[in-house]
């Protein structure tokens, strides 16, 4: 477990923040690509562009918040669990933040 967090942290390092056009954009598919397994690339290419746009205006995604979006496209679970997840993980940062 340990070393799979120091290659999620190297491969963050590496990738995180890539050149593109109009600078620089993040790139879940290239930081989690294990995440991606069974999407197509027209899926891979709609939540690349979702997570890179909210980057784009500040948010921080984690993997988790990946791994959900890619688990409701492949149908693992429904959209409202999905923003079960969501908000739960957002009441969480929220408190945390305020500790």
Do not use: C, K
């Not at 890539?18 to 891979?44: M, N």
């Amino acid at each position: 477990m340990i070393e799979d967090m120091h290659a999620a942290l190297e491969r963050a390092q590496r990738v995180e923040l890539s050149a593109s056009e109009g600078g620089r954009t993040l790139d879940v598919v290239a930081l989690w690509p294990e995440l991606f397994e069974g999407l197509d690339e027209a899926q891979r290419d709609a939540i690349r562009q979702s997570f890179a746009a909210n980057w784009h205006e500040g948010w921080q995604p984690n993997r988790d918040d990946v791994a959900d979006l890619t688990a409701q496209t492949r149908g693992e679970i429904d959209a409202e669990e999905y923003m079960r997840r969501a908000r739960a993980r957002a009441r969480s940062s929220r408190s945390a933040a305020g500790s």
